[in-house]
C-alpha cells in the first residue's frame, strides 16, 4: 500500500467516509424497497465483503459457464444458459446493493470494504462483457471491445469523479441499475427469439445487425455519461487539481487499450 499511498494519504485513510447516492428512479422506488426488505434476511454475523465475494461467485459463474458453452463468443446456447445468466446478472446486481447496507446495518463501513466493492465491479464489468458478447453473438470483433469499453470506461470516469469531489452519484440513468436490467432483458429476449437475432439486419438501420445497432446505441450513452462525469469534476468546489491534471489523468487508462 505504501508503493500507491503517500504517508499523508495513508494517515487519512481510517477518517475516509465514504458519500454517494443513485438517482435512479428504478433504484429508489423498486429495488431499493426490495432490498430493504431482503437485508433482514441476511444474517448479522455475515460481514459486508462475504456478500459482496458471493456476487462476484455467482457472476464467474455464469461467465464460465457461458464460455463453456461458447469458447468463441458464437452460437446458439442452451435455453437454461441464457436463463441463469440472467439470474445471476440480477442476483449479483443485489447482493451488490445489499452489502452496503449489511456495512451500515453491522457497523462494519470502511475504506477497505470500497475498495474491495469497487474491485469486485472492475472483475465484472470483464467478466460481464464476455457472457453479454456471447448472447449478443459478437464474436472476437471489434463490437466485442466496444461492447467492453461501453463499460468500463464510464466506471473509470465515474471513479475519476469519485476521486476529484469526494462523491459518487450514479445518474438517473446509470449502469449499474438500469445498465445490468437491460442485460436481464436482452438475455431473456434472446432465450424466447434465438440467437440469430442479433445478426439479422436492424429494422431501424438495415446496413447494420441488431447488435452492432444496440451496442452503438449504448456507446452514446456512455459518451453522454462520462461527459457528464467531467462537467461534474469541472464544477466541484472541492476540486483540488486543475482540469488539465484530471485530463491526464485519463491516460493510464487510454494507454491499457
Excluded at 494519504?9 to 438517482?23: C, H, I, N, Q, T
Excluded at 446495518?105 to 470500497?114: A, D, E, K, Y
Aim: aromatic share 12%; with cysteine.
Amino acid at each position: 500500500m505504501g508503493y500507491y499511498l503517500s504517508p499523508q494519504a495513508r494517515s487519512m485513510l481510517p477518517k475516509y467516509k465514504y458519500r454517494g447516492s443513485d438517482l435512479s428512479l428504478i433504484y429508489r422506488y423498486v429495488l431499493t424497497p426490495m432490498n430493504d426488505i431482503l437485508i433482514k434476511y441476511i444474517p448479522l454475523w455475515m460481514a459486508p465483503n462475504l456478500v459482496t465475494l458471493l456476487g462476484v461467485a455467482v457472476a464467474v459463474s455464469a461467465h464460465l459457464i457461458t464460455q463453456f458453452h461458447s469458447p468463441l463468443l458464437v452460437g446458439e446456447l442452451p435455453l437454461w444458459v441464457y436463463l441463469y445468466d440472467t439470474a445471476a446478472t440480477f442476483v449479483y446486481q443485489t447482493l451488490d446493493n445489499l452489502d452496503g447496507k449489511q456495512a451500515r446495518r453491522t457497523g462494519s463501513s470502511s475504506p477497505l470494504g470500497l475498495l474491495f466493492d469497487h474491485g469486485c465491479d472492475a472483475i465484472n464489468v470483464t467478466i460481464g462483457c464476455f457472457c453479454q458478447a456471447a448472447v449478443m453473438q459478437t464474436g472476437c470483433s471489434l463490437d466485442l471491445l466496444f461492447l467492453w469499453l461501453l463499460t468500463a470506461i464510464p466506471f473509470y470516469f465515474n471513479s475519476l469523479e469519485q476521486l476529484h469531489t469526494d462523491s459518487f452519484i450514479l445518474p438517473i440513468i446509470n449502469g449499474p441499475t438500469e445498465g445490468l436490467l437491460v442485460l436481464c432483458a436482452t438475455k431473456l429476449a434472446t432465450a424466447y427469439f434465438g440467437a440469430e437475432f442479433w445478426l439479422q439486419p436492424s429494422s431501424l438501420v438495415p446496413s447494420l445487425p441488431n447488435n452492432s445497432l444496440l451496442i452503438y446505441i449504448a456507446i452514446a450513452g456512455a459518451v453522454l455519461t462520462t461527459m457528464g462525469n467531467l462537467f461534474t469534476i469541472f464544477c466541484s468546489p472541492t476540486r483540488r487539481q486543475s482540469m488539465l491534471t484530471v485530463l491526464l489523468q485519463l491516460f493510464p487508462f487510454a494507454a491499457l487499450q
